[in-house]
């Protein structure tokens, strides 16, 4: 079974603190994903990666950044957490590259909260 | 920028009718509309997938119905079941180069027994 593992299904922070979620793939899958999710905004894409090393800005990527130093591991890192942080945070991985529809393979997300 | 709309934002329906949720897109390169289903506490599972070249896929009760002039498809759940209930999402995406997938706000499906 294929499977995309998040680190923490809940977790609360303090404004300004930083905060790093981490997500691992066991499917040798080359492209990683961080997406967030609120009510009424869908699936809005933060980072991705397509290589270790290798980062590329989504839609939102202002006040996060990633880290990608191994193939199976992609982390998101809120550098100083702010209050319209607090979101649902999917990551997601796939196999395919450059083909345009690859299926993603999703964790069950992190819910973090920033007080 | 909203590239994929999705309506309603949440449906109800009798067990053994009909849910139906659209999506209209407006970027004609993307050729490439995935379904995703997430239920509470997971994350989304790709559920169908269509490509332009068929106006139309079905699998088991999940029909995607594709309007190329339109730029809108649709998704069908034939005689839904209470465990239907979940979010539904689109998407879609350009299947040249390394194009990341634009997903529709979601449409919380509810299936009353």
């Known amino acids: 079974d294929v499977k995309v593992t998040q680190s923490s299904r809940y977790l609360v922070k303090r404004t300004g603190e930083k905060v790093f979620l981490e997500c691992v793939q066991d499917?040798?899958?080359?492209?990683m994903f961080w997406y967030r999710q609120d009510p009424g905004l869908g699936l809005r894409l933060i980072y991705f990666s397509y290589d270790v090393k290798m980062k590329e800005k989504g839609d939102i990527p202002e006040g996060y950044s990633v880290s990608r130093e191994k193939k199976e591991r992609f982390s998101l890192i809120l550098e100083s957490a702010s209050t319209n942080q607090t979101s649902m945070y999917l990551c997601?991985?796939?196999?395919?590259?450059?083909?345009?529809?690859?299926?993603?393979?999703f964790g069950s997300g992190t819910q973090l909260s920033v007080l | 920028q909203q590239q994929v709309k999705q309506s309603p934002q949440s449906l109800i329906v009798q067990k053994g009718g009909i849910s139906i949720i659209n999506c209209a897109y407006e970027?004609?390169?993307?050729?490439?509309f995935p379904w995703y289903q997430q239920f509470p506490g997971k994350g989304p599972a790709l559920l169908i997938a269509i490509r332009p070249d068929v106006s139309e896929k079905k699998e088991g009760r999940f029909t995607i119905s594709f309007n190329k002039s339109a730029k809108q498809f649709s998704l069908h759940i034939m005689d839904s079941q209470p465990g239907d209930s979940a979010t539904y999402f689109c998407a879609a995406s350009k299947s040249t180069g390394f194009q990341k997938l634009v997903f529709g706000t979601g449409t919380r499906l509810l299936v009353s027994p």
């Open positions: 499917m040798d899958h080359e492209n």
């Open positions: 970027n004609t390169a993307f050729d490439y």
């Open positions: 997601a991985s796939s196999l395919d590259r450059g083909t345009g529809n690859e299926k993603l393979f």
